[in-house]
């Protein structure tokens, strides 16, 4: 599985939404409505799926999708 499909999955449970809902360039909370309580869900279930120290407010919703699977990538997680 790719680490884009990792990601995708954790959005996914975390916002009970389709992939194709994902828009990977547009900000998310534009794009999928995230406020900032899901967005640390998601921070919390990309930090234990990669193993990465990342803190609860490490990624912010006015990112992109690419945006954090970017600085995934560069913590060196595959």
């Known amino acids: 599985m790719s680490l884009e499909a990792k990601v995708k999955d954790i959005f996914k449970d975390v916002l ?36 990465l120290d990342i803190p609860n407010n490490g990624f912010k919703k006015t990112q992109t999708f690419n945006e954090i699977v970017e600085f995934i990538r560069s913590k060196g997680a595959k």
């Open 16 to 51: 009970d939404i389709g992939p194709e809902e994902i828009k990977e360039n547009e900000k998310l909370d534009i794009c999928l409505g995230i406020d900032s309580t899901e967005m640390v869900e998601i921070t919390v279930g990309l930090k234990k799926a990669f193993n």
